[in-house]
């Protein structure tokens, strides 16, 4: 049985009316990827990337260093400074 391996983490920069900005803190985020996603330090969901965009286009994956829109499937009650961590 294969383990989950730490793919990437991200910083939720802004969230206004279901539209939330990360900031890629670390590795990369992909299309499909499970996440765990952390408020203060304590897990509050698990999840699956459903969609990214940058610049309103949408990508299969974005890398570190950059910001890009990002949806989870069912689930979008996130706010400025929750902690995403992305698995494969």
Known sequence: MKT???IGILTVI???DGHVVCSIDKGVVRK???VKIFRNKVSIKCSVVSNIRRN???V???HYGHNC???FYRYD???IGDVIEVYE
Do not use: I, N, W
């Open 4 to 6: 989950a391996e730490l």
């Open 14 to 16: 802004f969230h206004s």
């Open 32 to 34: 499909g990827a499970s």
């Open 56 to 58: 309103r286009d949408p």
């Open 60 to 62: 299969y994956e974005m």
């Open 69 to 71: 829109y990002v949806q």
């Open 77 to 79: 009650k996130l706010q």
